[in-house]
Every structure is written in structure tokens, then in C-alpha cells.
């Protein structure tokens, strides 16, 4: 399995840079922005479709419960599996989502999950879907458990935005992070994503997508620009150039980082 590679440029480049992509996507023609297939789903609360299970462990001020359930994404499209624990002692907390990498799943974020909550956070993983595996999440379901050709569905725009197979995966970041939110025991202004990998991708791109949503941020081995150094550089390149210009435009998490006002490790 490949990473996803960060780019390394300097501290000026890299303003210069971040500066040519908010002009460049201030002059994308309206049009080509309605077209956004995050768009409908930034301030998306998903509804629970099943509870799965609820246990209590730990004691006193380290207690937690820990909740599995599934949620509706996209419409119902996808079923998406999540966990989410949370300290028992009554009060408000800030909220941490965890992303897992290709082909994992959320069980693999579960010590986060638990060891988080205990230390004072209400945490979230989730199956994302078309980004975790297929035989490694038994209550998730959707049309990309039926997918083949490795990674080539993630950069799949044919016919429209909309067709790629990180909208799945994405859309079910940004509701499981809606979801997350909504919860009582939350502070809605204190919440962070950290992911690896791809998820480190979704880590990146939702802090682009959600803005002022987000507060910090840590994304290991998932940025941006992905054309200009990366695992992914030849599949980019090698797409016919209206396709390129669209995945770039809508799925590179490094265009999307004018929107970031987290702080971002």
C-alpha cells in the first residue's frame, strides 16, 4: 500500500503558494463551484440507524462509555460503522475525530477512541467508507464494498465530481464529524481530527472543507498538492486534463487549504 507523501517546501513558498490557491479558486466560474459534491453536506447530522453496543469501563474521574453504532451518510447511500466514547462524569468536553488508513477500519482507532476519552475528551472513529476495508467491516455497508481496482476509484471523476469514490469517504468524515458535534457533552467550539495515511488525507481536507469548524489538527503522512509530489504524481498526470483539473479543483487536499483556520500539525 502506498502512502500518500508530503511535500516538503519552505515557509515562503508555501505562503506564496496557499496565496496563488485562494486567488485561483476565488476565479473558479459558478458554475464549476455548484458542481462541489461536499457542498450540500457541510452542516449534515447524520441520523443513527442501529445501536450495536454500550459498555462502561474504567473508574472514577477516568470512567468512559463507549458506544457502537452505525449512521446514514450521503443520503443513504452508505451505512457507516462508528464508535464514540465519552467520560462518564457529567460535564462538557472538547471532541477529537480519529481516521484510520487504506484498508483499515474503526476497531484499528479504538485505543484512541478509549484512551482519549478517559484522559477528558468525547471521541469518534468511523469505517470510512471506500477508504477502509471490505472484509474488515461487517456493519458498514454501501456501492463502493463492490469497487475494484485498488485506488484507481479514488481518482474516478467521469461523468462529474460527484462519481469519484473520496465523495463517499469524505461525506461520511464530515457527517461522522457533524455527528460528533451535535453530541450534549461536546464543546462544538473545541474539536480536532487526526488521521495516517489516507486518513491523514481526510484529515487535511475536512480541515479545508469545515473551516472554522475545526480547531487543531494533526495529519500524519496525508497533505496536499498531490500533482507535485507524491505517491499519486503519475496517476495525476497521466488523467486527461479536464478530469485532472477536476480532481485537482475538488479533491486535492491542498486547494482546499484556503478554508484552514485550525492549527495544523
Known amino acids: 500500500m502506498h502512502l500518500p507523501c508530503l511535500v516538503t517546501i519552505n515557509g515562503l513558498k508555501l505562503i506564496r503558494l496557499l496565496c496563488f490557491c485562494a486567488v485561483a479558486l476565488s476565479f473558479i466560474p459558478r458554475s464549476v463551484q455548484a458542481q462541489d459534491p461536499f457542498a450540500t453536506y ?19 474521574a477516568s470512567a468512559i462509555t463507549t458506544r457502537r453504532f452505525t449512521f446514514s451518510s450521503r443520503n443513504g447511500t452508505n451505512i457507516v460503522f462508528a464508535i464514540l466514547a465519552y467520560p462518564q ?6 471532541g477529537i475525530m480519529w481516521l484510520h ?3 483499515s477500519d474503526a476497531e484499528a482507532m479504538a485505543g484512541n477512541v ?6 477528558g475528551y468525547v471521541c469518534i472513529a468511523i469505517d ?5 476495508g471490505t472484509d474488515n467491516t461487517p456493519y458498514s455497508s454501501g456501492p463502493w464494498k463492490f469497487q475494484t481496482g485498488g485506488d484507481a476509484p479514488k481518482f474516478n471523476v467521469t ?15 464530515i457527517e461522522g464529524f457533524n ?3 451535535a453530541q450534549s457533552n461536546v464543546i462544538p467550539t473545541k474539536m480536532g481530527i487526526s488521521g495516517s495515511s489516507w486518513g491523514g488525507y481526510s484529515t487535511t481536507m475536512l480541515a479545508g472543507l469545515l473551516g472554522t469548524n475545526v480547531t487543531a489538527v494533526y495529519s500524519q503522512y496525508g497533505c496536499g498538492f498531490y500533482d507535485k509530489g507524491s505517491a499519486w504524481s503519475a496517476t495525476i498526470s497521466n488523467m486527461p486534463t479536464a478530469d485532472r483539473n477536476v ?19
Request: net charge positive; charged share 10%.
Open 42 to 60: 457541510l452542516s449534515s447530522v447524520p441520523t443513527v440507524v442501529s445501536n450495536i453496543s454500550s459498555a462502561n469501563s474504567g473508574s472514577g
Open 89 to 94: 462524569l457529567a460535564g462538557a468536553y472538547p
Open 101 to 103: 488508513g487504506g484498508g
Open 114 to 119: 478509549a484512551t482519549f476519552a478517559a484522559r
Open 128 to 132: 470510512q467508507p471506500s477508504i477502509a
Open 159 to 173: 461523468g462529474g465530481p460527484q462519481n469519484c469514490s473520496l465523495v463517499d469517504a469524505e461525506v461520511g468524515c
Open 179 to 181: 455527528l460528533l458535534k
Open 247 to 265: 480532481w485537482l479543483t475538488y479533491f486535492d487536499a491542498g486547494r482546499r487549504a484556503p478554508n484552514m483556520t485550525a492549527a495544523y500539525l
